[in-house]
């Protein structure tokens, strides 16, 4: 099971949201750079990064944090999103190195945008989808939508986008545990895999999580809890890796 470091940017520093509030944010660095080598020697294939002001905005605020990161570490595997609303800011990312972009908001306000994206782009596009209580959320979780997460992600799927992220908003960097029964009800509506996000806390979200494998969950996104240390984010890696 692949363990992904979030590192999401705010205002070009490093920062951590409670339930995607912007206003209820932990600085962790100054440096995103630097952070990010920590998670890439401690041990990380893949980091997970988040445009929060791009998010709200609409457009890209902190690219230029993103394409930092690739020229500093040019063998990590890096997925990016917020703000992604269209082709050009696609092709920008990808022609800086990134490897998969995530596309949130947007694949929710215009679903016909992520056919065109993945027919376009093949292999480089992951959907996020960000849910509470089934239903999925928009514009940095500011508004809840009235759409089904599951019927989005098979439409989706049927896109040929590359995999879905899946984030339980509710417990997003609350240290909650992560939603196994939501997580799981998805990835088996669906082929493609599943990344888990939102809740993590410890060693044993982990070995939840990795019990999912075989459900068609194939990673997970770890951010508080590997920042204010109630996850070693070695050990987990050790535990993934059993999965």
């Not at 660095?29 to 002001?53: E, F, K, T, Y």
């Not at 056919?115 to 996020?128: K, L, S």
Request: with cysteine; glycine share 10%.
């Amino acid at each position: 099971m692949l363990l992904i470091p979030a590192i999401d940017l705010k205002d070009g520093r490093c920062v951590r949201l409670r339930q995607g509030r912007m206003e209820d944010d932990t600085v962790f660095s100054d440096d995103p750079v630097a952070m990010a080598g920590r998670w890439i020697d401690a041990g990380a294939q893949r980091l997970h990064l988040v445009d929060l002001d791009g998010a709200f905005a609409g457009k890209p605020r902190n690219g230029e944090v993103i394409y930092a990161i690739r020229k500093a570490y040019p063998d990590i595997c890096l997925q990016a999103g917020g703000g992604i609303r269209d082709q050009d800011t696609i092709q920008a990312y990808l022609n800086a190195g990134v490897d998969y972009v995530i596309i949130g908001t947007k694949a929710v306000s215009a679903p016909h945008f992520v056919r065109e994206v993945a027919a376009e782009f093949p292999n480089h596009i992951i959907v996020g989808l960000d849910a509470k209580d089934g239903k999925v959320a928009i514009d940095g979780w500011s508004k809840l939508s009235h759409h089904d997460v599951v019927d989005l992600a098979q439409k989706f799927e049927d896109d040929g986008v590359e995999a879905i992220i899946y984030t339980d908003i509710s417990r997003d960097g609350m240290l909650q545990g992560v939603n196994i029964e939501a997580t799981a009800r998805l990835a088996r509506a669906i082929h493609i895999p599943v990344i888990a996000s939102g809740g993590i806390s410890d060693i044993a979200d982990i070995h939840a999580v990795g019990t999912l494998i075989e459900d068609g969950v194939t990673g997970a996104i770890t951010g508080r809890a590997i920042y204010e240390g109630t996850l070693d984010f070695a050990e987990a890696l050790k535990v993934a890796a059993r999965y």
